[in-house]
Nanobody
Framework: QVQLVESGGGLVQAGGSLRLSCAAS????????MGWFRHAPGKEREFSAA??????????NYANFGKGRFTISRDNAKNTVLLQMNSLKPEDTAVYYC?????????????????WGQGTQVTVSS
């Protein structure tokens, strides 16, 4: 079992930044990949970013909307994955979820993830 708890969401003006954090517990953190997904009202859940497990260097994968604005990172010593979001836009408003994939790759398919957090709300005002 893996438990995931997100934090860091909130209300920010367009152009601002937020850093989301996801604390993991229950298994050896470095052995699984972590992803961030978001779900906006009336829309499908969508992939935002992912980072592979640590076996040497980790690699990251981003949705097109996140490239150049979002940065995912992991701190294996703290069992934490971060999502730094800059230049936020109103269309980034959503509930953001972190997820763990025990297979380890930084994939974008939600169904491949084994565990999910409860989500944190991000609201970007115009």
């Amino acid at each position: 079992q893996v438990q995931l708890v997100e934090s860091g969401g909130g209300l920010v003006q367009a152009g601002g930044s937020l850093r989301l954090s996801c604390a993991a517990s229950g298994r050896t953190f470095r052995n699984y990949a972590m992803g961030w997904f978001r779900h906006a009202p009336g829309k499908e859940r969508e992939f935002s970013a992912a980072i592979s497990r640590t076996g040497g260097a980790s690699y990251a994968n981003y949705a097109n909307f996140g490239k150049g604005r979002f940065t995912i990172s992991r701190d294996n010593a703290k069992n934490t994955v971060l999502l730094q979001m800059n230049s936020l836009k109103p269309e980034d408003t959503a509930v953001y979820y972190c997820a763990a994939d025990l297979r380890g790759g930084a994939i974008s398919t939600a169904s491949e993830y084994d565990y999910w957090g409860q989500g944190t709300q991000v609201t970007v005002s115009s």
